[in-house]
């Protein structure tokens, strides 16, 4: 008897389990389950999560863009054998979705990045390891045990701290290095200034930074100076002016010690955690980058190198010429530029770009899918291969490890029943004449 396959698989599963009045640990539907996971999460968390830059319209377009798409199914193809396998920078994927790079999953759950791992792992899902992560690469990597990985860089104004940050994600076994370009500076997000939320400045999402020997280095050396600053007699204690502490300011201190490397109670006192976030604000990006730099990172790592944040054929075409192995087309999910194109709309230029430049190198897509028929969607306008973001985040404040294994489940079986159902055995099957535009 053939195999059910993976989306009857689960199907049945769900069924079989609703039969004895169990019902799926997270929503199936992508609105639940960010209505779901906004119950459950704090205010700051789930403004942190869900907002975007500005008026919010590049989120909502990233959503559009899709339904601009219909699908057309073709009929008396035998699927009964479905493969949704991919094959990235030499290793297979048992399907076409990676997990995005999110940072500060710590707003989501206690055991943040350690939860996706698990929940990532299950799945057999790549998961694309934030430099804005809430535990040290190192430690996901381990929890990960031989799932793979990929490292998100932001690229600092520190060169030293690159080349580390670099050097650890090789040696944790991060198998690419995706490098995210369209965060010179933090978007213009309503939802997190109406708040005065910035989790950042509360020492939360910076545990690739205090981890980092570098990092610590310079964190010791400004703490150094504003000791040396304190204890001369033009700044004297007397005549600096004490601010009176708030509750949001202990709030604030708290945060900070609980987050820095070390005893909460010994950090509490200590210099250190300020300072650790007073540096990661100073270096966390370079505006100045351009180009001419990214021959400085591939003389710094073998890994394939990924450009995420591609939105412009043109920029794509240079990322080719410049030899660069994978593109990722993505607005950061409409959370840096407010009316951007979406995603979805600027992925066929650039997948248009980059084979006409003759390259075959990967093009990653995100920003907007919620659901398998998205999936299907981006993968038959070109993509390689696609970044589940939000969902995952959502999956993972419901119901931590298996919340996210279980969204990841989801679209995966959606994505497989999708191809079924089209006509499609394989993903290469998943072409653009299997598409018409919405009248
Ligand atoms: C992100 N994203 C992101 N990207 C990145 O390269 N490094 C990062 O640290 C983060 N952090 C981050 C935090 C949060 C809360 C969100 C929602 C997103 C962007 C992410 O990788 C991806 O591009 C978007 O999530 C895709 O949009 P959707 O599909 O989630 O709307």
Known sequence: MPSLGFGRTVQSAIYGAGAFGHRPLVPTDSTAL?????????????GYVAGSAGSEATARANVAAFDRWQVVPRMLVDTTARDTGVELFGRRHESPLLVAPVG?????????????????????????????ASVPMEEIA?????????????WSSDDDLVASLVARAEACGSEALVV?????????????????????????????????????????ERVA??????????????????????????????????NHPGRTRDNLTAKEPRAAVETFL??????????????????LTSLPIVLKGIL?????????????????????????????????????????AVRDAGSSAPIIFDSGIRCGADVFTALALGAT??????????????????????????????????????GCASLADVTVDRLRRAP
């Not at 960010?34 to 789930?46: H, K, L, Y």
């Not at 381990?142 to 998100?152: A, F, I, K, N, V």
């Not at 989790?199 to 990092?215: H, L, M």
């Open 385 to 422: 291969a696609v970044g589940i973001g939000r969902p995952h985040v959502y999956g993972l404040a419901l119901a931590g490890s298996d919340g996210v294994a279980e969204v990841l489940r989801n679209l995966r079986a959606e994505l497989d029943l999708q191809m079924g159902l089209t």
């Open 312 to 352: 412009h054929p043109d920029d794509a075409r240079r990322a080719v010429d410049a030899g660069m192995d994978g593109i990722y087309v993505s607005n950061h999910g409409g959370r840096q530029v407010d009316r951007s194109v979406a995603a979805l709309d600027a992925l066929p230029d650039v997948v248009a």
């Open 282 to 299: 100073e270096v966390f990006s370079r505006p100045s980058l351009t180009w001419d730099d990214l021959p400085r990172l591939r003389e």
């Open 34 to 46: 960010e209505a779901a996971a906004r119950r459950t999460m704090s205010r700051n968390g789930f």
């Open 180 to 220: 995210t370009l369209d965060t010179a500076y933090l978007g213009w997000r309503p939802r997190d200034l109406d708040l005065g939320h910035l989790p950042f400045a509360r020492g939360e999402g910076i545990a690739q930074y205090t981890s980092d020997p570098v990092f610590q280095r310079r964190v010791a």
């Open 225 to 258: 100076r504003q000791s040396a600053e304190r204890s001369s007699p033009s700044n004297s204690a007397e005549t600096q002016p004490r601010p009176r502490p708030t509750a949001a300011a202990i709030g604030t201190l708290l945060s900070m010690s609980r």
């Open 142 to 154: 381990s929890t990960l045990r031989g799932s793979s990985h990929w490292y998100q860089l932001y």
């Open 104 to 132: 500060v999953l710590s707003m989501a759950h206690d055991e943040a990045d350690l939860a996706l791992a698990r929940g990532a792992r299950q799945q057999h899902v790549t998961q694309i390891i934030s430099t804005q």
